[in-house]
């Protein structure tokens, strides 16, 4: 669990200002998602938490360090895709265990791990297989396995169901409700689906134009939003 803090934080791409003056504080163990049009940078943001992006201002720090400094492998972050992004040729079990393979994890380590992951994600049956045999909710839980067995402090989900049917969409956000209660970790969650956001949210950020228009719980945005563009959003009668 850790504690994720956003300070004056604005990236700019060339002439392009994507963020700018972006203030949160997120509380360890929370679900925080970020809602907002596309475009508003919301995928920008989560970047730039994982280390993928560097901020041109401002500074984001996780359990009081400053991540300006440290190397995206060392944050304790996991991002999951919504492009899943399983290598084809390896299995199940080969694909969730990779990153550790990679940082020279010891293989009984790995294979623990990954039992753990499978068993929490009902994969245990499916370590052999390879991503062309699975359905794309087991496709999503492979990305979100191969986040896990990194044991993260601070999960980061961007739009991770947005290839997903619809009624596979319900089913996963329960499952990603049992995890996070689980796990305990902090998840940053990002998507464009308002009823995705105040299903899975202990409080949401709503997002446009490069700001945050509102941070709060779902019922409060619903029942008192800021402004029109939360309102509206959020699909509050107000
Ligand atoms: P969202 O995830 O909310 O849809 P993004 O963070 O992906 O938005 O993008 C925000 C804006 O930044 C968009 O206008 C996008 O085109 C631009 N952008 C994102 N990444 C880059 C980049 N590497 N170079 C230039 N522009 C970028
Ligand atoms: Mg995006």
Do not use: W
Not at 3 to 25: D, H, Q
Not at 36 to 52: A, E, H, W
Not at 210 to 215: C, E, L, P, S, T
Request: hydrophobic share 40%.
């Amino acid at each position: 669990m850790a504690k994720v803090e956003i300070s004056s934080v604005g990236k700019t791409f060339g002439s392009l200002s994507v963020l700018e003056g972006i203030n949160l504080s997120i509380r360890s163990g929370e679900f925080v998602v970020f809602v907002g049009p596309s475009g508003c940078g919301k995928s920008t943001l989560l970047r730039m938490i994982t280390g993928l992006e560097t901020p041109s201002s401002g500074e984001i720090c996780i359990d009081g360090t400053r991540m300006n400094e440290v190397d995206p492998a060392k944050r304790g972050t996991a991002m999951v895709f919504q492009s899943y992004a399983l290598y084809p040729h390896m299995t199940v079990g080969e694909n969730m265990g990779f990153g550790l393979k990679m940082a020279g994890t010891p293989k009984a380590e790995i294979r623990a791990r990954v039992e753990k992951a499978a068993a929490i994600l009902r994969l245990d049956k499916l370590l052999d297989r390879r991503p062309a045999q699975l359905s794309g909710g087991q496709k999503q839980r492979v990305a979100i396995g191969r986040a896990i067995v990194r044991e993260p402090k601070v999960f980061l989900f961007d739009e991770p169901l947005s290839n997903l049917d619809a009624e596979l969409r319900v089913q996963m956000r329960a499952e990603l409700i049992e995890l996070h209660r689980r796990l305990g970790a902090t998840m940053i969650y990002v998507t464009h689906d308002q009823v995705e956001a105040m299903t899975l949210a202990d409080r949401i950020v709503v997002m446009s134009g490069g700001a945050v228009q509102q941070f709060g719980r779902p019922l409060d945005l619903y029942d008192d939003p800021d402004n029109r563009f939360v309102a509206g959003f959020i699909g509050s009668p107000k």
